[in-house]
């Protein structure tokens, strides 16, 4: 089963707009316990943390996007959303969706490329 799915992903412009969904294969019950974040890799590069939104919601931003990007989940349909203003083109990557069960139990999705490019 496919625990982690994203979406979203595409070519924009510098200084245009995404926004990423990640479904979560989880109750909504289930997923309200669930820390989620979402994370990038750009090619010869390690994977950086982009923004982490906890079951009780406290958001932690990579240095790099804080300002431009905001992160939020909707337990309702166990999904979180990663919104990404003024993009750049150091913003190009793929961006991975993480799920962090309270029994330590961590899932990744397959990730979803994101382009910035004029």
């Known amino acids: 089963q496919v625990q982690v799915v994203e979406s979203g992903g595409g070519e924009v412009q510098p200084g245009g707009s995404l926004r990423l969904s990640c479904s979560a294969s989880e109750s909504a019950l289930y997923f309200s316990v669930v820390t989620m974040g979402w994370y990038r890799q750009a090619p010869g590069k390690e994977r950086e943390l982009v923004a982490r939104?906890?079951?009780?919601?406290?958001?932690e931003y990579g240095d790099a996007v804080k300002g431009r990007f905001t992160v939020s989940r909707d337990n309702t349909k166990s999904t979180i959303y990663l919104q990404m203003n003024n993009l750049e083109p150091s913003d190009t990557a793929v961006y991975y969706c993480k799920k962090e069960r309270p029994s330590g139990q961590i899932f990744w999705g397959q990730g979803t490329q994101v382009t910035v490019t004029s």
């Open positions: 939104i906890t079951d009780g919601g406290l958001i």
